[in-house]
């Protein structure tokens, strides 16, 4: 039986988590989980989360039926104004279309089906997506999952560490009219190279001017900036100019909710009656995938959201992991530029935004420093900033500057 399954390759992430648990070194590092870490490596229960769960469990009147099949409403219309803006005009029009998904992979796959079905693409324009190259890898497998082929468009310039601008904007300019985007929100993963306030604008001006379909993924709302709003800014930008696009929306790592699965997906349409259409479709699609989405996650979430003081409070919190993050990327730069003075220009490190960094080493640096010094990251280079605390950052560096000198 079965003979004909192929055996398939394991998720390099996870078998790098697992590969770091059963190390037995004592100054093992793992910059591979792109999860958030206090200052001594361990998970961190948001206080407000605390809170919240607390208020929760302690309600009386808590059951634990089936929610609607579009989600908690409490929580749908949060979400939607956490991204968009309170003061929204496609939100005060009713023209946006939430439902809550299992979390950000969730929105992204609910998303991409929606796509698949009612999206109609121009004839001569390929039933493609295309994501930046690189992205979160799990993309490649949700749009291949729905029968959207993935492509890949210019986005990171290995010789500036930084965005290859001008191939990425010729690249919009070039694709035929129509096209799907995937475009990373803030503090893009892998490689924490977003786009100024500027080249966003032009971005937006070319993707109207040639009428391409942006496929938001926001999962790191907070985490770039420190500052929710700051890091909505794009998605507003382009709300309020009117292109045409969706939001995928996750909770995991704003809220520390990783196993959770909160989040919701938006799509902003042209009217408010083709918004109720679309709600109607994506409710039949949740139906036979879910059922309905579940309540916990999206509870805590909904109570801190439409609590001015509990608000307050995430906010401080999500500060709290910004700012230790932040602080992480100016001692790593630091100690390479000015104690060690290790070849090559580390500005990147502080200049990159949100959880990951990429280095700019190269596989086989980045082999070695897992095989000789027991500092698990990715092939390509790229680490978690979570991972490095004030007990580890100068050891992490070391290694860095020994591999870097060769
Ligand atoms: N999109 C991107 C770009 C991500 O990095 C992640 C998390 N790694 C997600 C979506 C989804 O995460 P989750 O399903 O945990 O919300």
Redesign the pocket.
């Known amino acids: 039986k079965w003979d004909s399954v192929p055996l398939a390759p394991a998720d390099p992430i996870y078998k790098l988590t697992y590969a770091y648990k059963d190390d037995t070194y004592p100054q093992k590092v793992n910059l591979g989980v ?1 999860a958030y870490r206090d200052d001594n490596s361990k998970p961190w229960v948001l206080p407000v989360v605390k809170k919240a769960t607390d208020i929760l469990l302690n309600d009386p009147a808590l059951d634990h039926e089936y929610l609607p099949i579009t989600g908690l409403p409490d929580f749908t219309n949060a979400a939607a104004r956490l991204i968009l803006g309170p003061d929204s005009p496609a939100l005060l029009e009713g023209r946006v279309s939430s439902v809550q998904t299992i ?4 929105a ?1 796959h609910l998303g991409g089906l929606f796509l698949s079905r009612f999206y109609r693409w121009d004839e001569g324009t390929p039933r493609v997506a295309y994501l930046s190259d690189p992205t ?1 890898v799990n993309h490649f497998q949700i749009f291949r999952g729905v029968g959207i082929p993935p492509e890949t468009y210019p986005y990171y310039d290995p010789a500036t560490i930084g965005l290859a601008f001008d191939k990425y904007l010729a690249f919009l300019k070039s694709a035929p009219p129509r096209s799907v985007f995937v475009i ?1 929100a803030c503090a893009h ?1 892998p490689t924490g190279v977003d786009p100024t306030r500027e080249q966003w604008l032009q971005i937006a001006e070319v993707v109207l001017e040639r009428g391409h379909y942006v496929f938001f ?1 926001s ?1 790191y709302q907070g985490f770039a900036s420190g500052d929710l709003d700051a890091d909505a800014w794009a998605v507003r930008e382009f709300v309020k100019r009117g292109v045409p696009l969706l939001i ?1 929306q ?1 909770f ?1 790592k704003n809220a520390g909710l ?1 196993g959770e699965r909160v ?1 919701a997906l938006h799509i902003v349409s042209p009217s408010s009656e083709a918004a109720v259409r679309v709600k109607s479709q994506l409710a039949i699609l949740t139906r036979s995938e879910i059922s309905s989405p579940p309540a916990y996650g999206a509870r805590v979430m909904a109570l801190i959201m439409n609590n001015a003081e509990l608000f307050e409070e995430w906010k401080r919190d999500i500060k709290t992991m910004a700012e230790r993050i932040i602080t992480m990327r100016k001692e790593l730069r630091r100690l390479l530029t000015e104690e060690l003075k290790t070849p090559g220009n580390w500005d990147h490190i502080v200049k990159q935004i949100g959880m990951f960094s990429f280095t700019g080493i190269t596989t086989e640096q980045s082999l070695a420093l897992t095989e000789k010094a027991h500092v698990y990251l990715t092939t390509n280079g790229r680490i978690s900033m979570a991972g490095l605390n004030s007990h580890n950052v100068r050891y992490f560096a070391e290694c860095l500057d020994k591999v870097v000198r060769g």
């Open positions: 792109g979390s950000g992979t969730g992204n979160w990373h993963n993924d999962a995928c996750s995991a990783y989040g």
